[in-house]
C-alpha cells in the first residue's frame, strides 16, 4: 500500500526538469527580444543616416507653385503632378508623370553603348488635354513623351467626355500624320504653352520632387519602425 503513495520515477524527473526548462524558456524570450530591438535599432540607424545623406547633400529645393501661365498641382505622396491654365473659352490641363524611364544620351560614341546612370536621358509622360468649356462635347487629347530639352507628341485623339479613353480609337501615331498636319498641331501646342521651355521646367521640377518624395517615405518607414 505504501509503494502507491509514492511519487513515480517519471513524475520524480518531471518536477526536477520543470525549473531548468522554464529558466530555459524565459531565457530564449530574452535573447528573441534582445535580437528584435537590436534589429529595430540598427535599421532606425540606418534610416536616419539616409535621410541625413539625402537632406544634406541634396536638400529638395522651394517648389515653384507656377510655369508661366499655368498653376501646378502637387500632391504630396502622388507620382503625377497636375498643371492648369484657362486660355479664354479654352482650358489646357497637363497631367506629368515622375521620372518613368530612360534612355541613353545621344552623346554616346555608339547606338548600342548603354550610357552611365548620370549620362541618362529620364523620361516623362505627359498627357495633355485642350477643352473649351462644358458645352463642348469633345475634348482634344495629346499623349507626350518630355525629354530634358524637348516634348515629342506620340498620339493626338478626340475624346468624348464622360467615355473612357482606352475604349476609344485613338489614330495612328503623330509620325505617322502627314508632315504638314504635325508641324500644324506642333503649333498649336506650342501656343498653348506645351513647348521645349515646359519640358525643361518639367524635368527640374520633378528631380526635385523625387528628392522631397524620397525623404518623405524614408521618414515614414522611420516613424513607422519607431512605433
Known amino acids: 500500500m505504501a509503494r502507491w503513495l509514492l ?4 513524475l520524480l524527473r518531471l518536477k526536477s526538469l520543470a525549473p531548468s526548462s522554464a529558466s530555459a524558456l524565459i531565457s ?4 528573441s527580444e534582445m535580437r528584435r530591438s537590436a534589429f529595430k535599432e540598427n535599421l532606425l540607424r540606418i534610416l536616419r543616416t539616409e535621410i541625413a545623406y539625402e537632406v544634406e547633400s541634396r536638400p529638395p529645393s522651394q517648389l515653384e507653385a507656377a510655369f508661366r501661365s499655368f498653376d501646378v498641382d502637387d500632391r504630396p505622396g502622388e507620382q503625377w503632378i497636375k498643371l492648369r491654365w484657362s486660355r479664354g473659352r479654352e482650358e489646357i490641363k497637363i497631367e506629368a508623370t515622375m521620372f518613368d524611364g530612360a534612355a541613353p544620351s545621344t552623346r554616346s560614341a555608339a547606338p548600342s553603348e548603354v550610357a552611365d546612370a548620370g549620362d541618362a536621358r529620364l523620361h516623362i509622360t505627359l498627357m495633355v488635354e485642350v477643352s473649351k468649356g462644358d458645352d463642348s462635347e469633345f475634348a482634344l487629347q495629346f499623349a507626350c513623351s518630355a525629354w530634358p530639352n524637348d516634348i515629342e507628341v506620340e498620339k493626338v485623339f478626340p475624346v468624348r467626355r464622360g467615355h473612357a479613353t482606352h475604349r476609344q480609337y485613338m489614330g495612328p501615331n503623330f509620325k505617322e500624320l502627314d508632315e504638314e498636319m504635325q508641324d500644324t498641331l506642333l503649333e498649336y501646342l506650342e501656343e498653348r504653352g506645351v513647348n521645349d521651355d515646359l ?3 518639367l524635368h527640374g521640377y520633378m528631380a526635385n520632387k523625387d528628392r522631397t518624395e524620397l525623404v518623405r517615405w524614408l521618414r515614414n518607414i522611420e516613424t513607422y519602425v519607431k512605433k
Open 7 to 10: 511519487p513515480s520515477r517519471g
Open 28 to 31: 530564449r524570450s530574452y535573447i
Open 199 to 201: 519640358a525643361g521646367f
